[in-house]
Nanobody
Framework: QVQLVESGGGLVQAGGSLRLSCAAS????????MGWFRQAPGKEREFVAA???????YYPDSVKGRFTISRDNAKNTIYLQMNSLKPEDTAVYYC?????????????????WGQGTQVTVSS
């Protein structure tokens, strides 16, 4: 069983930055891939970023060049650095763990989810 706890959300003005963290416990963190997803009110949950066990990363076009995912296996933690934030980035952000080494952008490929952290970007 893997537990995930996100932190770092908050309110920021457009153009600003935030860094989210996700601490994992249970399992062997370095063996599995991790991802970030987000869900805005009235919308479906969508893929934001993923990182493989080896540190390879994957982003959708909507955040590429603005967001950076990283992992620290010594701390069992992943991060999401978000720069040049836009009002449309407002959502609850979730981290997720996939019990294989390789990343994926598909929600159904992930086995464990955190409770989420709210990010609000004001215009």
């Amino acid at each position: 069983q893997v537990q995930l706890v996100e932190s770092g959300g908050g309110l920021v003005q457009a153009g600003g930055s935030l860094r989210l963290s996700c601490a994992a416990s249970g399992g062997t963190f370095s063996d599995y891939a991790m991802g970030w997803f987000r869900q805005a009110p009235g919308k479906e949950r969508e893929f934001v970023a993923a990182v493989s066990w080896a540190g390879n990363t994957y982003y959708p076009d909507s955040v590429k060049g603005r967001f950076t995912i990283s992992r620290d296996n010594a701390k069992n933690t992943i991060y999401l650095q978000m720069n040049s934030l836009k009002p449309e980035d407002t959502a609850v952000y979730y981290c997720a763990a996939r019990m294989t080494p390789h990343y994926s952008g598909e929600i159904w490929d992930y086995d464990y989810w955190g409770q989420g952290t709210q990010v609000t970007v004001s215009s």
